[in-house]
C-alpha cells in the first residue's frame, strides 16, 4: 500500500504561482512512478504531469507544458508542482497519482494509488 498526502492548494490570482506538494509513505518511494492530475467540476480526470522513478525523466500536458514543472525529492518522499502562469482554465482540483513503474504513466486507470486532492483556485 502506499499513502499519498497532497498540500499547498488555495486561491490565487490569474498570473500567479503555486507548489503542490506530495508525500508517500508505505512503499519504496524509488519503486514509484509519480503523476499529477486534476479534475474540473464536470469534467473527467485529466493528466497534467508525470515523473519517473529517477526523476531525470518528465512529460506533460500541452496544456501545462512551460508553465508547470514536476519533481521529485526521493531522499524526502516527495514529489511536486510548480505551477506559475496560472489562469482560470486550471482551476480544478488537483491530485497526486503513484504506481509501481519504471516509466511514466499518463492515463488515470494505470495509476493504482491517489491523494485526496487539492483544491486550486485561480481568479481572473
Known amino acids: 500500500q502506499v499513502q499519498l498526502v497532497e498540500s499547498g492548494g488555495g486561491l490565487v490570482q490569474a498570473g500567479g504561482s503555486l507548489r503542490l506538494s506530495c508525500e508517500a509513505s508505505?512503499?519504496?518511494?524509488?519503486?514509484?512512478?509519480m503523476g499529477w492530475f486534476r479534475q474540473a467540476p464536470g469534467k473527467e480526470r485529466a493528466f497534467v504531469a508525470g515523473?519517473?522513478?529517477?526523476?531525470?525523466?518528465?512529460y506533460y500536458a500541452d496544456s501545462v507544458k512551460g508553465r508547470f514543472t514536476i519533481s521529485r525529492d526521493n531522499a524526502k518522499n516527495m514529489v511536486y508542482l510548480q505551477m506559475n502562469s496560472l489562469n482560470p482554465e486550471d482551476t480544478a482540483v488537483y491530485y497526486c497519482?503513484?504506481?509501481?513503474?519504471?516509466?511514466?504513466?499518463?492515463?488515470?486507470?494505470?495509476?493504482?494509488?491517489w491523494g485526496q486532492g487539492t483544491q486550486v483556485t485561480v481568479s481572473s
Open positions: 497519482a503513484a504506481e509501481v513503474s519504471l516509466g511514466i504513466r499518463t492515463t488515470p486507470a494505470m495509476y493504482d494509488y
Open positions: 508505505g512503499r519504496t518511494f524509488r519503486s514509484l512512478a
Open positions: 515523473i519517473n522513478w529517477s526523476g531525470y525523466n518528465t
